[in-house]
């Protein structure tokens, strides 16, 4: 197998079993690693995961995460160095805060494959004019779609489409589109290995590859001006001396 998640954490079974377990499929030759951290960029965004053979968590915590490194140190195993969590501009603070400040990318060489990096679609720019009756937001029995399509028209909805609509002035002076933006933005996090996206037309994965030529061109001016634009960045973490 060439990558094997822990899909959510078992908080019934005690960590040093999850931990023995997937270092046993490492023994056994199921897989080869309990994470391997690879930057892929280069190579394309891809619409699966990982394209080597890896293990890793989806949706820890980071206190979990570290939990399972503690008992993989203790026991002499191999810890988790991968982690796939949603991540986009309208969604940060797990990759951008909590992992930071528990210094999993430093510490532990943490590497991430993120999913739903236009935010289900609601960075891609079709709701800022109103929501179209054959949108997804319309017609999924999602449960998270459906909380979303409950804030439509509130202060909070408003504000944040605004936001989309100059973003979308950004991505025009970029020559691209804001959805192609969005994707290159979550690229443009070295802790990023690779993003997980949907596509429902042909012409939506092209629109996704071209995000990687889109995220080498970014500068760290455009990257402020989007900063400036969303206000989503998590505060630093205040340390105690400088």
């Known amino acids: 197998m060439d990558i094997l998640y822990a899909h959510r954490p078992d908080r019934y079974t005690p960590i040093e079993e999850t931990v023995r377990a997937f270092n ?4 056994t030759g199921k897989t080869l690693y309990w994470g391997r951290y690879l930057h892929v960029l280069d190579v394309c965004v891809t619409y699966a995961n990982f394209i080597h053979r890896t293990l890793g968590t989806s949706e820890w915590l980071a206190s979990e995460i570290e939990e399972a490194w503690a008992v993989a140190d203790r026991l002499g195993l191999i810890g988790p160095i991968v982690e796939q969590p949603g991540y986009s501009l309208l969604r940060r603070d797990k ?7 528990a210094n999993l990318y430093g510490r532990r060489g943490l590497g991430l494959t993120i999913f739903s990096p236009l935010q289900g679609g609601l960075l891609t720019g079709k709701y800022v004019d109103g929501v179209p009756d054959d949108s997804r937001l319309r017609q999924s029995d999602d449960p998270y779609i459906q909380s979303v399509i409950k804030t439509v028209g509130s202060d909070a909805w408003n504000q944040q489409q605004d936001k989309i609509k100059k973003l979308m002035d950004i991505a025009k002076k970029l020559d691209t589109d804001v959805a192609t933006l969005s994707m290159a933005w979550v690229l443009s996090n070295k802790n990023v290995s690779s993003a997980i996206t949907g596509a429902s037309r042909p012409e939506q994965i092209y629109q996704t590859v071209k995000a990687v030529d889109v995220y080498r061109k ?4 455009n990257l402020n001006e989007i900063e400036q634009v969303m206000g989503s960045k998590p505060a630093e973490l205040t340390m105690r001396f400088g």
């Open 24 to 27: 046993y499929l490492i023994n």
């Open 95 to 101: 990759v951008d805060q909590e992992f930071k400040d």
């Open 218 to 221: 970014l500068t760290k001016e």
